[in-house]
Each structure stands twice: as C-alpha cells, then as structure tokens.
C-alpha cells in the first residue's frame, strides 16, 4: 500500500477533477468519437497522459482492467461515483458526453490497456469484496502498510498520510478497495501481492483494511476543527 495517499496533494492541480477541457471540433463536440480526443479531453486531468496516473489511479493499469468487469467501467464513467472526485459524464447523469461518446471511452480503455500478462498467472482478489473488520484491519494494517505509511497510518519519508481526512473524504471504499488490489506503480505502490513478500493480500484481509481506513473517515469532511461552545 506504499503511497496511498500520495495523489492528495495533486487534486489541487486539477481543474475542476475530469471537467472537460474542450474539444476538437468546435461547435460539434458531439461528433466526437475518438478514443484518444475523449479521453485526452475528459479524463487525462487526473488519470494522467495515456492512462498512466496522476492526482487518481491510472487507468492503464492492467491489474486494473483484469479486475473490473465493463458494465461497471460504463457505469463509473457515466455516472461518476457519488462523494469522491470523479464526475457524471453522461448527458443523461448531468455530464457533457452523448452514450456513444461514453460508450468509446468506456471500450477503449480495455482495448488500449488491457494486458492478461500482467496477472503473471495469479488470480487477483475480486474487485468488490465481503464486509470487512475495522477492529481486524488493525493488524493488517501493521503487516502489510505500517511499514511505509507509519505506525499510526500518518506518513514516514518513504509515503504519505492514508488516514488523512481530506484524502479520505475524497475516495469511497470501493476505490481504496480498488487501489490496494490494482497498485498505484506510477507512484511506487505495489499491489496486493507486493507489500510482504512472499505474502499477499486476502480479499477479505483488504476489506479489513478498508473498514480500517474508513473508521478514520472524517464525520463532517471540510470542517476539521471543533465549533465553539
């Protein structure tokens, strides 16, 4: 879980996280159906040039790809996830792009990006998994994570907070759940089989990380200091 948090800081660089930056045909931008354009104009903010991360997870990360299935990259894309970062870009969900314009970019991830190889013959924990134990991620937290982000979960020189509050008011369960199975590389992030050696992650140890993380959500994010009596 090396660097979890690390895309934090990053937000602020984006202009306004995945809004539209234009496009190419002026005056027409529904007849855009190119893969490279829509993703350049609508998504590469965030997830970076050609899908190799940036203030959010790479979308060329294969592991990724291997993990979720294409009914819920449609869905993310179309309707954004409620509370985190990532928008609705759907016309129909309050976003720019026409269905068939979702329907590229949704597509074209897999087929630009998708590499089998990189499973290296391992199964990888499913992408949305069981309930997990905030008390239980206690010690997988200081197996698999302590070791980079700290004993307590508030960064070392090697990476940043997890337990942040504003990081954590950014990103839902599903999208920790998803970063600690898929691995951020570009940072330096394993993913679930690199934190132990010799050692990888459980699904349901995941998800006991992940109640652990969350128990550190903020109850009321943006306000982080107690009101005057």
């Known amino acids: 879980m090396k660097r979890l948090g690390a895309f934090v800081l990053a937000l602020a660089a984006c202009n306004l996280p995945g809004k539209p930056r234009g496009v190419s045909l002026e005056g027409q931008p529904e007849k855009v159906t190119s893969f490279d354009e829509l993703y350049r104009d609508n998504c590469a903010a965030c997830h970076g040039e050609e899908g190799k991360g940036g203030a959010a997870l790479g979308l060329a990360n294969p592991i990724y790809l291997a993990i979720v299935d294409d009914g819920t990259v449609r869905r993310v894309v ?40 990189a499973l290296a013959g391992t199964t990888p924990p499913p992408h949305a998994g069981p309930r997990g134990d905030a008390q239980r991620g206690t010690q997988v937290y200081a197996t698999f994570c302590a ?33 600690v199975i898929a691995g951020r590389p570009e940072i330096g992030q394993p993913d679930w089989r690199g934190d132990v050696s010799g050692r990888a992650l459980s699904s349901q140890e995941i998800a006991d990380v992940v109640a652990w993380l969350e128990s550190h959500r903020p109850a009321f994010p943006g306000q982080p200091y107690p009101a005057r009596p």
């Not at 129909?92 to 970019?105: M, R």
Request: charged share 20%; with cysteine.
């Open 78 to 117: 179309a309707e954004g996830v409620a509370g985190t970062a990532m928008p609705a870009f759907a016309k129909s969900a309050g976003g720019f792009l026409t269905d068939e314009q979702v329907d590229v970019i949704a597509r074209g991830l897999r087929a630009h990006w998708a590499n089998p190889d």
């Open 147 to 179: 070791s980079c982000h700290g004993e307590n979960g508030t960064g070392t020189k090697k990476a940043s907070s997890i337990v942040d509050g504003s990081f954590l008011a950014l990103v839902s369960a599903q999208g920790l759940r998803t970063t």
